[in-house]
């Protein structure tokens, strides 16, 4: 069993910053990518920035340069710097990784998701 476990929402003014986590705990092999997605109300769920278990980064073009991924291998967390934020980036924020659970079997994983509001 595998889980997801998400943190850092919440409200903030336009123009402020916000840190999510997502941490993955249990029967875990090796986490291969690693990312971040939102969804906003009436809209289709999209990828906001993913990290490959080598450190290569890739971002939607809305937050290129307000937006940065990391991860730390050793605790299996991945997080998620927004800077600058945006009544646009309001949404809820899902952590998503790809997860051995053995040498052979791989699955995809999600957490529960946790709302991001910025304010006007």
């Known amino acids: 069993q595998v889980q997801l476990v998400e943190s850092g929402g919440g409200l903030v003014q336009a123009g402020g910053s916000l840190r999510l986590s997502c941490a993955a705990s249990?029967?875990?092999?090796?986490?291969?990518?690693m990312g971040w997605y939102r969804q906003a109300p009436g809209k289709e769920r999209e990828l906001v920035a993913a990290i490959t278990s080598g450190g290569g980064t890739d971002y939607a073009d809305s937050v290129k340069d307000r937006f940065t991924i990391s991860r730390d291998n050793a605790k299996n967390t991945v997080y998620l710097q927004m800077n600058s934020l945006k009544p646009e980036d309001t949404a809820v924020y899902y952590c998503?990784?790809?997860?051995?659970?053995?040498?052979?079997?791989?699955?995809?994983?999600w957490g529960q998701g946790t709302q991001v509001t910025v304010s006007s």
């Open positions: 998503n990784a790809r997860i051995l659970t053995s040498r052979i079997l791989t699955s995809n994983y």
């Open positions: 249990g029967n875990i092999f090796r986490i291969n990518d």
